[in-house]
């Protein structure tokens, strides 16, 4: 799976309740974050694009298997609504990259034609982790 994650253009992954005060953090195990470029797994920083068009740095660091996780964690701060960022929580989420360390970012409400959309295009639909995971997909 990582080495077809690292040549894709575009991920998205159903946010789930997400974590975080405001509700902004997302997370991806070690083979999902190979989606984002050596630079932003080594700098821990992502720029997001938000369709606005402003940009915004944010983390993306590793949690390792800490807090009783049963594989390697990746947390990543979605831009905040304070910043101009969408609610995210039981949405979807899609990444387009930008280029090295800038990725543009979309959201959706399960069930628009844009995820049904997301879906199509995708060579690989699947989910985080048993009958209670997240869905994901990339192209």
């Known amino acids: 799976m990582s080495n077809g994650i690292t040549n894709a253009n575009t991920f998205w992954i159903q946010a789930g309740a997400m974590s975080g005060g405001p509700r902004h953090q997302v997370e991806f195990s ?8 050596d630079a932003s797994r080594e700098n821990e920083i992502v720029t997001i694009r938000l369709p ?3 940009e915004v740095a944010r983390p ?8 009783d996780q049963w594989t390697d964690i990746w947390r990543l701060g979605l831009p905040t609504e304070r910043m101009g960022g969408p609610q995210y929580a039981g949405r979807y989420i899609k ?3 930008l280029g090295e360390a800038r990725y543009q970012l979309a959201v959706e409400d399960a069930g628009s034609p844009a995820v049904a959309q997301w879906r199509q295009n995708s ?3 699947d989910n ?12």
């Open 95 to 97: 990444f387009d990259r």
């Open 52 to 54: 606005n068009g402003q």
């Open 128 to 139: 985080t982790g048993g009958a209670q995971g997240r869905e994901y997909g990339y192209w």
């Open 30 to 37: 070690n083979d999902l974050a190979q989606f984002f470029d």
């Open 60 to 67: 993306l660091t590793y949690r390792g298997t800490e807090y």
């Open 123 to 125: 060579q690989v639909v």
